[in-house]
């Protein structure tokens, strides 16, 4: 970082010292180490990791790792290779640590980690098992709810108190899985999950505008409160911060909840609204600390929302709700952070949004653009190439992108590629303190 306050470099680099900690390597220095079925196996070719916290990190620490080093992260994923092979119900790690599955998380977001890595390039393993893996996790009927949500197309939250946020998290994993098949050239394994991916719309319930529990008969649960979070079938958030999760379709997502105007009036809404004392009597990890209005972010499912302005007619808010989210929930000291960090997934949100892009779906290639918090920062890249970052007439104010440059020439669009990015070069922002309309 170039320019920065001792403030602001105090909370870069312990933001990039808090990514790097987990997962963490776990195996002797002859490679050996205990596996999930408690025999001693070997890491042939890769270190070995644990320390999975996949519902966190699959959003944006895992996409880090796949700039700035790709090798550790495909470490990881053979480190997760490893464990299907060892694990008695053939499934891929949703939360494990030091050969054990806790079984705590809801999805399986390991497949949205290597699809994550394959579609970047970033795969040193076999890539159709990997898919095979994938697969057999997604198919695991007698799993958290996958039998019913292959059956009905959701997760009814009569039988399983969380149906609805799980219904929208293995929607993202079917999709995932869907981009991984297209790679690959697997069609009918994309035909079949690109399908399966849709079924976020079977939890979206138009006469309330909200993502809502369903019962096993079809109906939608009569008792709904879309700020509580108990009892309506998510879990860590309500239905305000999940009818958002679908961070891979935003344009759909926009058509299902009425248009821009609304969808954008949704947003406004949700970063502006007072929650009532009542609503941290129930809420699992997070104070008024870690919330901005309504948005929730100190907790991971709300952590793409502010880029979906970029989707909208006012793309610009993005920009100023960003850098508002920056100076709001990241601070030097000791309640720096608005919410448990979960192994990094707080810092990796910080050092991209930092930066001036996001991976707002992990499984693609492209970044969203934001507003840098940095003057400048060059990313030297394992593959010998530096790409640097400069914010020009960046300040407190000037929180507005004018223009963009990539390596001398506009970039007129509010996004940019992983290969743009590994091939080096220079992005250049122009702020200004007014955005443009």
């Known amino acids: 970082m170039i320019g920065a306050s001792e403030d602001e470099k105090v909370n870069f680099y312990t933001a990039m010292y808090h990514a790097f900690i987990n997962p963490t390597i776990y195996m002797d220095e002859d490679y050996n180490y205990k596996g999930l079925d408690q025999n001693v196996h070997v890491a042939n070719g890769f270190t070995n990791y644990t320390t999975f916290s996949l519902w966190d990190t699959y959003r944006a620490l895992h996409p880090l790792f796949n700039i700035i080093q790709p090798k550790r992260n495909g470490d990881m994923i053979q480190s997760m290779l490893a464990h299907y092979d060892q694990s008695t119900l053939h499934m891929l790690p949703v939360w494990s640590n030091s050969a ?54 959701y997760i009814p939250v009569d039988k399983n108190g969380t149906g609805a946020s799980t219904t929208l998290e293995y929607a993202y994993d079917d999709w995932a899985i869907a981009q991984m098949a297209k790679k690959l050239n697997r069609m009918d394994v994309y035909n079949d999950f690109i399908k399966r991916s849709a079924n976020y719309k079977n939890v979206f319930d138009p006469t309330v505008g909200f993502m809502r529990g369903r019962l096993s008969d079809g109906s939608f649960k009569k008792e709904f409160d879309p700020l509580s979070t108990s009892g309506q079938g998510f879990i860590e958030g309500n239905s305000w911060n999940y009818t958002l999760f679908v961070p891979r379709d935003p344009g759909s997502l926009i058509q299902l909840m009425g248009g821009k105007k609304k969808f954008t009036h949704y947003l406004d809404t949700l970063f502006t609204m007072h929650l009532p004392d009542k609503f941290f009597e129930e809420t699992e990890d997070i104070t008024r600390d870690g919330i901005i209005g309504g948005y ?91 790409f640097s970052i400069e914010a020009i007439n960046q300040s407190d104010k000037n929180v507005y992108v004018k223009k963009i440059e990539l390596n001398g020439k506009p970039l007129n669009r509010l996004s940019i590629t992983h290969d743009e990015i590994m091939n080096g070069g220079k992005l250049i922002f122009y702020m200004s303190p007014k955005h443009g309309k």
Request: charged letters at 15%; one cysteine or more; glycine letters at 12%.
């Open 100 to 153: 054990n599955e806790n079984w705590c998380m809801s999805g399986y977001h390991s497949v949205a980690v290597i699809a994550d890595a394959l579609i970047k390039g970033n795969a040193p393993f076999n890539v159709n098992k990997a898919l095979d893996a994938c697969i057999a996790t997604a198919t695991h009927k007698s799993y958290d709810g996958i039998g019913a949500y292959m059956d009905k197309g």
């Open 296 to 386: 929730v972010h100190g907790n991971e499912p709300s952590h793409h929302v502010v880029y979906l302005y970029n989707w909208t007619d006012e793309p610009w808010k993005t920009q100023q709700t960003v850098r508002m989210i920056l100076k709001n929930q990241y601070h030097t000291g000791p309640a720096g952070l608005g919410g448990n960090d979960d192994t990094g997934q707080m810092s990796a949100w910080y050092i991209f949004s930092e930066m001036g892009f996001y991976p707002e779906a992990p499984g693609s290639d492209v970044y969203q653009i934001g507003s840098p918090g940095v003057k400048a920062a060059a990313l030297h890249l394992e593959n010998g190439n530096t």
